[in-house]
């Protein structure tokens, strides 16, 4: 167990809907990434945030957009799904800014019929 | 655009013997490279990681490879059981430690 925790684990989901994947970091956490995972292929970082605010984004859709709040717990908004945004979302978590020090989360497998 | 990238997409190894996953990266001022294992149903976890500065490092039954020169990474990982069966992934990222870029990932199967 990594410490990283996502919720929902599974989601299932309409085109044209709106779904939202939360993620609490390790405990003492700061950084909190999120990357997307087609099916066989690799991860490909949307966002981080560190202490609140945005520090560095990715391939992330204007349809996507995230925010981590005060107790540092992450959030992930995909809005006008498309059968295309089926994927594995992962969060992951680091103390500081390295992106090489984040454990991941076991993930949130988005299906869009 | 700079990419890191594997060879083989998939490999089936007997129990006990051992394995070797490559991976090849194109950005040569990479300073830092890892290893992660993905199974089914979790998120990567790391694995081994090396320095630019070192060719070879070794862990529990894994043995990270770099050669700088053709800038090729492998992983070897001896006497495979069958819960090493996962899809694997290299990642390299610059100095800074800041940014990594995953590549596509190996899966590997252990046939008991």
């Known amino acids: 167990d990594s410490g990283v925790t996502q919720t929902p684990k599974h989601l299932i989901t309409a085109t044209g809907q709106r779904v939202t994947l939360r993620c609490s970091p390790r405990s003492g956490d700061l950084s909190v990434y999120w990357y997307q995972q087609s099916l066989d292929q690799g991860l490909q970082f949307l966002i981080q945030?560190?202490?609140?605010?945005?520090?560095a984004k990715g391939n992330i859709l204007e349809r996507f957009s995230a925010q981590q709040f005060p107790d540092l717990h992450s959030e992930l908004n995909l809005s006008s799904l498309e059968l295309g945004d089926s994927a594995l979302y992962f969060c992951?978590?680091?103390?500081?800014?390295?992106?090489?020090?984040?454990?991941f989360g076991q993930g949130t497998r988005l299906t869009v019929v | 655009g700079e990419s890191v990238g594997l060879h083989l997409p998939t490999l089936s190894v007997q129990e006990g013997d051992n394995s070797i996953i490559n991976c090849a990266y194109s950005?040569?001022?990479?300073?830092?490279f890892i290893w992660y294992k993905q199974e089914s149903g979790k998120g990567p976890q790391f694995i081994i990681d090396i320095r630019s500065n070192m060719d070879k490092r070794q862990g529990q039954r894994v043995t990270v490879l770099l050669n700088k020169t053709v800038k090729h990474l492998s992983l070897q990982i001896a006497a495979t059981q069958p819960g090493d069966s996962a899809v694997y992934f290299c990642a390299e990222a610059g100095r800074g430690n800041e940014k990594l870029t995953f590549g596509t990932g190996t899966r590997l199967t252990i046939i008991p």
């Open positions: 992951a978590s680091s103390v500081g800014f390295a992106e090489t020090e984040a454990f």
């Open positions: 945030y560190y202490n609140g605010e945005e520090r």
């Open positions: 950005n040569s001022a990479s300073d830092y």
